[in-house]
């Protein structure tokens, strides 16, 4: 195996990595939660308490980097990630996850302590202890430890990767052998916890803690442990709602100025309330507190005694969501492009940018991704042309069972997704803003000029090698001698039609001479008309230009 280090830079691919993979297992842990409450958000909440770590990871910046350009202090970026994580940790399984970073960020913590610094990478020895400290948090934070849970399939983890340390090997074998460890322990919960086994299911939260070893294993040696299906041997069973008498709220929140002694007596007070009790503790006096309760209030005012609430959630277990505290803001633009200087037009503009992979088409997979990464709950979606309609529809049928609200707004290319943000306006109702978008999009014209690979007849004529071809829809409509004798020609004809405002995208090596010759045609023979010019790098069509 690859002896790659976990230093901070790989710390932050795993976070990326772990996110992506939770995205990808979602609907299928899911599927697997009956325990303590069948609620099928198991999966949803860990994604997102890990999207939040990550989410804290970037906003620690490019600062505390080393003389090779990584990040140096793997116990600051631990610490980031527990406290994003504790901060938005969603449900039972988020609370429990904030409290597996926690115990990484304690034990690099300490590590850098012992070596008076700056702590470079996590070592086979570092990552045991950590998981072996996870194990005490955890059952910390929920009061007792119950078999056939993550806790059990997290211990094993730990267990695994001790004797891996004892037997010397490489850090990379070290977590090979604790996601192993883990999945054996896995198929173990069943026969430990009646309710799983009446529903042919394998621990949900136990399932997730895999995918993020999996995701360590991924990220140390950049190959995916082989694993089977996990799926409930009676969907019914897994898929049923919440049993009667199960209480009607999830509450959570975040409890500051609080110490040990009041934290349990706050779980105290709460068990008479509820059940499912976790209090998972942060560095400072500030602990993440979740409970299922028939009187949310009350399980809110019980904390009033003790400290002080904020970053208050209410779930209907029943169905529905009360405040918006899972999300970082209300509404984003994500926009699809192509070309690093694309992805610099469009971040300057406040759009969220996501790139195709060269030759290679969106998915709705790589979609819902970028749809969760932007961190709101309303995503305006430009696609310019590089997302397929079913891509789009079956990401917007997952992101809307996440509660993701997202508007896809008619652009076919990218001058006319700039049209498009330039009115965006998030201060707007929804419907508002989306329809503003698509008018403005609508509004403006659009075409593209390529170069003539081989002899060909087309609608505008034949053209010959090193010929510019205008296009407009799927069609020649002007054959030039080159680039600038199309790209003038286009314009021309789009102008015949009306318009004020010409917009240029240069593609990939397309020389600044182009940019100056349209500009100079424009100006003269198309006086009061306004033209702007943006080096894209966009592959594949030289110009894209547009006219409003």
């Given at each position: ?443 403006t014209r659009y075409g593209s000029v390529r170069v003539a ?80 010019l943006f080096h894209t790098e966009h592959r594949g069509d ?7």
């Amino acid at each position: 195996m690859s002896a790659r280090r976990l230093d901070a830079p790989a710390l932050r691919r795993w976070a990326h990595t772990a996110v992506a993979d939770l995205i990808t297992h979602t609907d299928e842990i899911n599927r697997l939660n009956v325990f303590p409450v069948a609620d099928s958000d198991t999966g949803t909440n860990m994604l997102f308490t890990m999207r939040a770590a990550w989410a804290q990871v970037d906003s620690c910046g490019d600062g505390g980097h080393d003389s090779e350009g990584g990040d140096a202090d793997v116990a600051a970026l631990t610490a980031a990630m527990a406290d994003g994580a504790l901060r938005g940790a969603r449900g039972n399984s988020g609370v429990i996850l904030s409290q597996i970073l926690r115990a990484v960020a304690d034990v690099t913590r300490s590590a850098a302590a012992e070596r008076g610094g700056v702590l470079p990478e996590i070592t086979a020895a570092t990552l045991a202890a950590a998981l072996r400290h996870a194990e005490s948090l955890v059952v910390a934070s929920m009061g007792e430890a119950v078999d056939g849970t993550i806790v059990s399939v997290l211990r094993a983890a730990a267990s695994a990767a001790e004797q891996a340390v004892v037997e010397q090997v490489p850090l990379a074998e070290v977590v090979a052998a604790a996601a192993q460890g883990a999945a054996e322990a896995l198929e173990r919960t069943p026969a430990q916890l009646d309710v799983l086994a009446e529903a042919g299911v394998v621990d949900a939260g136990g399932r997730g803690l895999l995918v993020l070893l999996d995701a360590l294993s991924v990220t140390l040696t950049g190959q995916a442990p082989l694993r089977r299906a996990y799926e409930p041997a009676s969907t019914a069973a897994a898929s049923a709602p919440p049993a009667e008498g199960t209480p009607q709220f999830e509450v959570m929140y975040l409890l500051t100025g609080c110490d040990a002694a009041a934290a349990e007596a706050l779980r105290v007070r709460l068990n008479e309330l509820g059940d499912s009790v976790a209090i998972a503790a942060s560095d400072a006096d500030r602990y993440s507190v979740h409970v299922h309760a028939d009187d949310a209030g009350a399980a809110v005012e019980a904390a009033l005694r003790f400290g002080t609430p904020s970053n208050i959630q209410i779930t209907s277990l029943h169905g529905g969501r009360h405040g918006t505290a899972a999300w970082t803001r209300e509404r984003a633009v994500l926009a699809v492009v192509e070309g690093d200087g694309a992805e610099r037009l469009f971040g300057a503009e406040g759009a969220q940018v996501l790139q195709p992979d060269p030759g290679t088409p969106i998915s709705a997979h790589q979609l819902l991704h970028a749809l969760v990464n932007t961190g709101a709950a309303q995503v305006m979606v430009l696609p310019n042309g590089y997302v397929a309609a079913e891509e789009l529809l079956a990401g917007w049928a997952v992101a809307s069972e996440w509660g993701i609200t997202m508007v896809p707004v008619p652009t076919g290319s990218m001058v006319q997704g700039l049209a498009a943000l330039a009115v965006h306006d998030p201060d707007r109702p929804l419907v508002d803003d989306g329809y503003t978008m698509a008018r403005a999009a609508g509004g403006t014209r659009y075409g593209s000029v390529r170069v003539a690979i081989e002899e060909a007849l087309t609608w505008a004529g034949s053209c010959r090698p090193g010929d510019g071809l205008g296009i407009a829809g799927d069609e020649v409509v002007i054959v030039g001698a080159d680039v600038v004798a199309a790209g003038t020609g286009l314009i021309d004809l789009m102008l015949a039609a009306g318009g004020e405002l010409v917009t240029v995208l240069l593609g990939a090596g397309v020389d600044g001479a182009v940019g100056d010759a349209l500009t100079e045609h424009v100006h003269r023979r198309h006086p009061g008309t306004e033209l702007t010019l943006f080096h894209t790098e966009h592959r594949g069509d030289a110009l894209l230009i547009g006219v409003e």
